[in-house]
């Protein structure tokens, strides 16, 4: 498999490409402009890349957070939505696909409508168009089976040429009728708004290529630097070739020209009546070869997660070619659909189904973006980050231009959705049918609606259990000294704002009774009363006669959102600390044998400044707490208030450790896609003369939040806070403790 070649950002740019510039571009857009006019059309134009650069923009994001494996849409779909939600939008995926190489092909046909025009003229003779697509499609199959995918892009090259060639000379020709007839006064005015939509469902074909290059995701060297550059780039050349195309055509020709001849641009063109044939033949060609290369990997991937109905059917399909990893089998069963729809002669009749399940595909991809943007999973780190209201509405425009295009052909492909998933949801009962994103989703939704009904003094409680996929702090914090300093409840803020979840307790001691109750009230009015508009943690009031009581009652309930706590957080006063530190050590072993991460905040009278970051101090000796404390550092930076802040590692260590350390550092920031540049990894060799509470207070004096492991040896000795004192100099410094290995991934 080592041997077997990769492609690169090229491949999936001249794929995209060479389907966006398809047969609708040579057979349609003058058709657009003569109907509607210059204005009208650049508005299709405009719906349609409303559909597809959302589209483009969701596909890139989705490809950087995880490798995309072959398939590509089908792949991100499945993964996101589960397996079974992903077979049924994949298999319909996949048979737009195969479909498409048939609309090719027979688009492909009208390159030599001179010579059945000649042999009507002259003969009277009408020539079949199955003479041309048949014995086209069996060539391009046998490319497809012969070459794989390396050879079929070398094709896609070349035919990409001739495209550019003629679309060059038809950019320099001149108008038809010569000059001096104002071409574009006819043209450019909006006309016959009433059938805009009629029109754009004859050029809607035109924007269903965007994420034909995604399909080559197995076979990419770097799929997660090829898809983002090669799909946008590609979307954004496409829609800079549609407006010239169009502007050209509005110059050049009458609007009843325009419509009567769909081959208007031969007659425009220098050297037209053979370049235009000539690139309409090439870019149908390129176009069914591009949408034969993704299919074939569609329903091999389909194969791999055993979604079809027989077993053997699954691993005959899943087969490759060995010497240059070509899903063979599939590629074969592709091939065979694509001849019989090609036999037909014509695929009008299913042109607006295919657009159907293109659009549904755009709208899934972008709806996958939106609920990973409103889910905000730690674990959700793409290094190219589209908007979440781009993705949002680039959902509810492709449901939109469905309805649109055909109301009848919208319910016929939700009624096949629908009744393809009930077929797959029953004979893999055995799948989860949905997966994580769903979850994440409805933590946010729940998070939000506790917090509401808590700034309306309301009460709720939430069933909705913890995900075990996906590691994220749920904390929860005991405080009598709340209104003395808000230094825990501002750390519990940035812990769960975005990606964690926080309770904030404030302790009232004594025992419950009708005054204590009455005094709880009270404080809490006054809490919430002060509470700053962006607070997200939910803060109650407890009663309870110690501290030791309070937690030991608290950590046995479920957090916010339902799910169960999974963290504690200490605070004491850094210039006072044996005021505090004696229980947080009684309690610290109560925490600990719990299974509990805890975090101990040293909290400073010094302002924060956030600007300068968070240092994050790690042992080699303490990886489990390094972990954690790298992922809240993360999580915390995801707060507006450290927006423009970084995080800063530092490790002391020997001269010999040095190089080994900085490998590790380097490829567990990298590999779990961590905000954190290699210059912001600093490696300290240990000078026995100089303490490490003197490094750290030197390195560290202006950081925003100072970040220190402990173990739970700390502790050992009654009455020994020595390892929490000798900050006084810095800011807050919180000192973590991790129970366990968090993985960062």
């Not at 492609?7 to 349609?28: D, E, H, K």
């Not at 189904?353 to 549904?360: D, G, H």
Request: proline share 3%; aromatic share 12%; glycine share 8%.
């Amino acid at each position: 498999m080592s041997d077997v070649k990769k492609f690169g950002t090229s491949a999936v740019y001249f794929t995209a490409l060479s389907t966006i510039v398809g047969a609708i571009v040579f057979l349609r857009f003058g058709y657009a402009v003569g109907s509607v006019g210059l204005w009208g059309t650049f508005i299709l134009i405009a719906i349609g890349h409303l559909v597809t650069i959302p589209t483009a923009l969701a596909i890139s994001e989705l490809a950087t957070n995880k490798r995309v494996e072959g398939g590509g849409e089908y792949f991100i779909i499945s993964r996101s939505f589960g397996l079974n939600i992903g077979a049924t939008l994949g298999m319909l995926l996949y048979l737009s696909q195969t479909i498409s190489v048939a609309f090719y092909i027979v688009a492909f046909t009208e390159a030599f409508d001179f010579l059945f025009n000649y042999l009507y003229v002259n003969f009277d003779f009408v020539l079949p168009k199955q003479v041309i697509s048949i014995p086209a499609m069996i060539l391009l199959s046998v490319l497809v089976l012969k070459k794989g995918a390396n050879m079929g892009l070398k094709v896609l090259y070349i035919a990409g040429t001739l495209v550019l060639i003629a679309l060059l000379m038809f950019f320099f020709g001149k108008p038809v009728n010569g000059a001096g007839i104002d071409y574009f006064s006819a043209n450019v005015s909006l006309k016959n708004s009433g059938n805009m939509f009629l029109v754009l469902a004859i050029i809607f074909p035109a924007f269903t290529g965007i994420t034909a290059g995604v399909g080559l995701s197995g076979d990419l060297k770097n799929p997660g630097k090829s898809i983002p550059i090669g799909t946008v780039a590609a979307t954004f050349t496409g829609l800079i070739l549609y407006l010239l195309i169009c502007l050209k055509f509005a110059n050049s020709a009458l609007p009843k020209d325009l419509v009567e001849n769909q081959l208007i641009m031969a007659n425009i063109a220098i050297g037209g009546k053979i370049l235009i044939p000539l690139g309409l033949a090439a870019c149908t060609f390129t176009s069914a070869l591009s949408s034969i290369m993704v299919g074939p990997r569609t329903l091999q991937a389909l194969a791999l997660d055993n979604s079809l109905p027989i077993k053997s059917t699954n691993k005959w399909l899943r087969q490759t070619r060995k010497e240059d990893n070509e899903p063979i089998n599939a590629s074969l069963v592709t091939c065979v659909i694509a001849l019989v729809f090609v036999a037909f002669g014509s695929v009008d009749s299913v042109a607006q189904i295919i657009s159907m399940f293109f659009l549904v595909t755009y709208g899934s991809l972008c709806l996958i973006s939106f609920l990973h943007h409103f889910g905000s999973s730690p674990a959700y780190r793409p290094t190219f980050k589209s908007k979440w209201y781009i993705s949002l509405a680039g959902f509810v425009i492709s449901v939109w231009a469905m309805f649109q295009i055909s109301v009848l052909y919208t319910l016929i492909a939700y009624i096949a959705i629908i009744g393809l998933y009930i077929y797959i949801e029953r004979y893999h009962s055995d799948r989860k049918g949905f997966s994580a994103i769903f979850a994440n989703t409805l933590f946010q939704m729940n998070r939000g609606l506790q917090i509401y009904l808590q700034n309306k003094r309301k009460r709720s409680s939430s069933d909705q259990a913890a995900s075990e996929d996906e590691w994220r702090p749920s904390a929860i914090c005991i405080s009598r000294n709340t209104f003395k300093r808000d230094s825990a409840l501002k750390l519990l803020n940035w812990i769960s704002y975005k990606y964690g979840f926080g309770t904030y307790l404030h302790l009232i001691d004594g025992y419950y009774s009708k005054k204590t109750t009455e005094q709880a009230k009270i404080e809490l009015d006054r809490l919430l009363s002060n509470l700053d508009t962006s607070n997200q943690v939910y803060i109650d009031t407890l009663i309870s006669p110690s501290t030791t009581s309070a937690i030991a009652q608290s950590i046995q309930t479920p957090g916010i959102a339902g799910m169960e706590n999974n963290m504690v957080i200490f605070e004491y006063m850094k210039s006072e600390p044996e005021n505090d530190l004696n229980d947080i050590m009684t309690n610290f072993r109560m925490v600990n044998a719990g299974g509990f991460d805890v975090c101990i905040l040293g909290t400073s009278r010094k302002p924060i400044l956030y600007k300068n970051g968070i240092h994050i101090w790690v042992s080699r000796f303490d990886t489990e707490s390094t972990n954690l404390m790298i992922l809240l550092g993360f999580i915390i930076m995801g707060h507006p208030s450290w927006k423009k802040a970084n995080i800063k590692i530092f490790n002391i260590c020997y001269a010999h450790e040095i190089d080994e350390i900085k490998q590790n550092m380097y490829e567990l920031i990298n590999s779990g896609r961590m905000p954190i540049t290699e210059t912001n990894i600093e490696i300290i060799e240990r000078d026995e003369h100089v303490s490490v509470k003197e490094i750290i207070n030197k390195r560290s004096i202006d950081a925003g939040l100072t970040m220190i492991g402990f173990n739970e040896n700390t502790f050992k000795v009654e009455g020994d806070f020595s390892f929490f004192e000798g900050f006084e100099n810095i800011g807050n410094v919180l000192f973590v403790h991790s129970n366990g290995e968090k993985t960062i991934n």
